[in-house]
């Protein structure tokens, strides 16, 4: 929700200050003031305060008159302008903030800064004047930043912007400014088609359905949301998946291995069919991988029982009986070994101790950097601000946390007259902590490389201090009375080779599991993409759309729409235009039809949303909705409709300009609840 409460516009010349002020309530107000006095001004004039200008052209330029930004003229003598500012009361509802906004600023502060007051300052229901905060428009981060002004408004208003796509491929917030095409209508253009004009600078595919869909707080739009959250889950999958499958490749590559051909990420096959032809989520790696011998391809497996068979040939050979001075050497050799690799088992359960170590200590580091990088956007946001000419920014710090360690400040005593850091300082500061603990972060890193080196290594020689207990033992046991050189030699290649590809293997088990991971969260988000369907309209997006069409034909009746019979006009759901049949309604009637259905449109869709838990502001501004020359009982029903649109006794505020007679526009609101706002000169005068 949505109120206009008061607006102030200033202009301030070397001859003094030429100003105007209203307020408005609830329900119909009607700005009353013949041709060039300032009633699109007034209007306009709401809307720059709002940052929202977007909505009336692409650039800046020419969005108010030249009485805010160059000259005024008072008493028929032109005065150039110093200073302008225009202050606007807005109401969500449950409360009031006043905003302010400079068009022509004073030295130091620029027009993209936005002051904003808790509180309505304008109607002097507040005894005391709030600390201002600061925010920014017209610049990026706007509708994402914590400095950005209409990432305030949108809270203010308690939405939630969906994200849509562009068409460059990106996804954007559904800006404001797109929005505020479908609750205001500027006077020059605005009225020359039977559907708002919708802001095209910003790229957004199909701008008037999804600002229907999200007045209407429409089902598709969250399924549309929820689309856009499972393909983006799928591609961070996919490269996660292709990075393992990478690693995969390259630890078999090392032992002249290779791997088990798969499907390829979101074909048919990858969801339909487990990689490696797992069973129950599981598969062997010595099943995945392949080794080159004797001029074959020989699975994993295989090549390591064949090792195994060639070892325990081999291991055949005998020779002399030792002597006992021998044996006893070879005991104590044995002896040695093992406790080797007892004291080699006991270090690797120490570094796999310091790695988990290391794991969590990492964790809560990426955790601080997380927060230290938020607190650098929100000081980008304050430095923005300050350059715009905000004194101060105590906004930025609203949380009541330490940027630095995230405890409380609550409570917390500080130093009288001690030293303050400037923003930039502050700023710096962060820098600072952030470059430092990247770099902690950076040295972790390494250090758990240097880990994985050193266990690497101790395993490795953990292999070969159990080979030599094997061979010690296959010494004692020893009767044959002679050795074969060849042969020792190819049990001890033999052995070398089986604990390598059982490295490798044990490796590769690691990858492999990840990527079956991989693979059934990929399922699981396909399975709810698919769930999710095209977007087609539930049933309650149909009802929405039903009693749309039924508001819809209802206002056209009471307008006396006469080239189409009202009944037979429906509302297309892909585009969300007026139609006849299977035909877009055009136009193809009188100009006033045309005019009344542009009416019905907009006070159907304010009416439909508020009915049915939509998001609406409940607010139109139209500036001059007599632009063609439509009969008084028309206009007479359509300001009785603009009195008459409440549901469940809250009021549409409508704001709407006439430049008729004042005993024309009494005559035609004779017996509608309003209010009337003449302008008997000139707005600033």
Known sequence: MLRIAAVSINSITPQGTVSF?????????VIRAANSSGK??????????LGLEGALKPGKQGVLTTALTHSVRVNGAERPVRQSWIDLEISNGHESVTVRRYPVPPEGIKSDLITVWDGGLLSGTETQVSQPKYYYVGRGGAAQNEGGFHNFLGRFLGWQLPVVPTYSGKEVPLYLQVLAALFFVEQKQGWSGIVPRMPTQYQIREPLRRSIEFYLNLDVMERARRRSELQQGLTVLRAEYAALRSALEAAAHVSNARVASTSEFGSVAFYRTPLFSAADGEVDASLVLTVFHQDQWLSLKVMLENLQSSIRELGAIRQSRFSEAEVADLDAALTEARERLRRITLELQAF???????????????????????????YKDIRALESLGADFSTHAIAHHDCPTCQQSLDGTESLSGAPVLTTGESAALVDQQLETISNVIADAERSSMANEAARGALEQEASEARARIRAIQADLEAEAPDVSIARLQKKIAAESRYRELVRLRDNAQV????????????????????ALGDEVFSEGDTAKIESWEDSLR???SSFGFVVFAPNEITIDPQGMRPAHGDSDLGFQGSASDGLKLRWAYLLSLVYVSMMMGGCHPGLLLLDGPRMYDVEPNAMRAFLRACSNLSING???QIILTLSEQPEVVEEWLSGCDHSVLNVTDRLLS
Do not use: P
């Open 21 to 29: 002020s209203g307020r408005f309530g609830e329900g119909l107000t």
């Open 511 to 530: 990858i492999v599991n990840d990527l079956l991971d991989v693979q059934n969260r990929a399922r699981a988000l396909k399975e709810e993409l698919d």
């Open 650 to 652: 809250h009021k549409t």
């Open 554 to 556: 209802e206002f056209l």
């Open 352 to 378: 796999d101790d310091a790695a988990n170590m290391m794991d969590m200590q990492r964790g809560i580091l990426e955790k601080r950097r997380r927060l230290l990088e938020q607190e650098q956007r929100r």
């Open 40 to 49: 699109t001004l007034l209007l306009n004039s709401i809307m720059y305060a």
